[in-house]
């Protein structure tokens, strides 16, 4: 028999929300045509690659030498992780080497990896709602349990809500800044609220609990905005980050865990790391897109078809008469259930169907009453969405 606990697990309404929207509109393009659904479910970058990234694919697949597709270091190559070193002290503002980097499975595999490393059973990560709904399950996978803490009103970084938190079990902050759902960028001021709240936590009981930034979307930015760096605010920092989002490779699964070289416990956290690579069986990131991103990290991206996207958007939830979160960078709107659903966002997204629009419940995010579109779509199914979305506000529950 399988787990009972992934039993029970897969068959709850709110798993794999996503995925069961994506799939449900595959067929309801089967059966009304593409053009007729408006699938807002997935978070799939539909940019093309960058030009030199392209480039450096076809320059590493006509490579021949010895053993280039053979193992190498569990912690990845490392003049890769120079590169990552390098990339990493460009963003945070301090000098890293490639000691503090190993190269992961995506930054999926980067966060399990660092769960792995970190958590004790019973140890508790504090996460800002609203949050990517795979978190729970990462944390859980490690013995860990996930202490979810509300945001502000306009979605920003609650110091105080995390301090009111905080336990001598608590061994992580984790945020995501552009956030996934509600495109929030926290401030600089945020995180140095934060880092001082957990400092003094950390004087108190002797246990500094890491700040584990997740920041796929860290070059996804509007307005000029700008992500803050953590390393020169806490000690006991790690990025953990992919080229999934800002390069366009989710299907390569390549992205890297950092931790703060100023951490006193750095050497510690990346044997550990390495340690937790080999034996959650990745062993290693692939050899092939860790050679690509060495030759491509630093490509220019245009991502200003993700900002016009946004703002027709924002013009079709107007229209609709819907209430919405502006987005400061990634490319997610979190927008308000209407009034006279009772905040009852899976069963919007539901009567959402019905009119061949499919978007993501709230509640999967720890945001009940919101939903979540992804507008990495073709500008036509933004547009052409304007009309079944006011119909689909006008219209009555069932």
């Not at 697990?9 to 595959?26: H, N, Q, T, W, Y």
């Not at 000029?224 to 992919?242: I, L, R």
């Not at 699964?253 to 034996?279: L, M, Q, S, W």
Request: aromatic share 10%; glycine share 8%.
């Amino acid at each position: 028999m399988i787990s009972k606990k992934i039993k029970d697990l897969v068959e709850s309404p709110s798993a794999g929300v996503i995925r069961k929207m994506f799939e449900e509109g595959a067929v309801l393009k089967q059966k009304f045509g593409a053009e007729n659904v408006y699938d807002f479910s997935l978070g799939n970058p539909d940019l093309d690659p960058p030009a030199k990234v392209i480039e450096a694919i076809s320059k590493t697949a006509s490579e021949e030498c010895h053993l280039c597709h053979g193992y190498m270091p569990n912690a990845g190559y490392q003049s890769v992780r120079a590169a990552m070193a390098k990339k990493t002290s460009i963003e945070q503002g301090v000098d890293i080497d490639f000691s503090n980097v190993v190269m992961s499975v995506g930054a999926a595999g980067a966060l399990n990896t660092v769960f792995k490393a970190l958590l004790n059973d019973g140890d508790e990560v504090i996460v800002p709602c609203p949050y990517f709904t795979e978190y729970d399950h990462y944390i859980h996978n490690h013995g860990g349990e996930i202490v979810r803490v509300k945001t502000k009103a306009d979605f920003g970084l609650d110091s105080l809500a995390v301090k009111n938190a905080l336990t001598e079990k608590t061994a992580a902050v984790l945020i995501n800044s552009p956030n996934n759902p509600s495109g929030r960028i926290y401030s600089d001021e945020e995180i140095q609220a934060l880092a001082d709240v957990l400092t003094e936590h950390g004087k108190k009981t002797g246990r500094y609990p890491y700040i584990i930034c997740d920041e796929p979307y860290r070059a996804i930015t509007y307005g000029g905005k700008k992500v803050s760096a953590v390393f020169p605010k806490y000690q006991n920092a790690v990025v953990v980050t992919s080229f999934a989002k800002n390069l366009s490779l989710p299907g390569e699964r390549i992205g890297y865990v950092c931790v703060n070289p100023a951490c006193p416990e750095a050497k510690d956290f990346i044997a550990a790391a390495i340690f937790a690579t080999r034996i959650l069986g990745f062993v290693n990131a692939p050899a092939f897109f860790q050679k690509v991103i060495e030759k491509s990290w630093d490509a220019e991206c245009d991502y200003s078809l993700y900002e016009k996207r946004r703002n027709e958007l924002l013009k079709v939830m107007d229209y609709a008469g819907l209430k919405y979160a502006v987005p400061e960078g990634a490319f997610y709107l979190f927008v308000k259930v209407p009034d006279g659903w009772n905040d009852d966002d899976m069963a919007f997204t539901n009567h959402l169907k019905k009119f061949n629009i499919l978007c993501a419940p709230g509640s999967g995010f720890g945001g009940k009453g919101w939903f979540r579109i992804a507008y990495c779509v073709a500008e036509s199914t933004i547009i052409n969405s304007k009309e079944a979305f006011k119909r689909a506000v006008e219209s009555k529950a069932d």
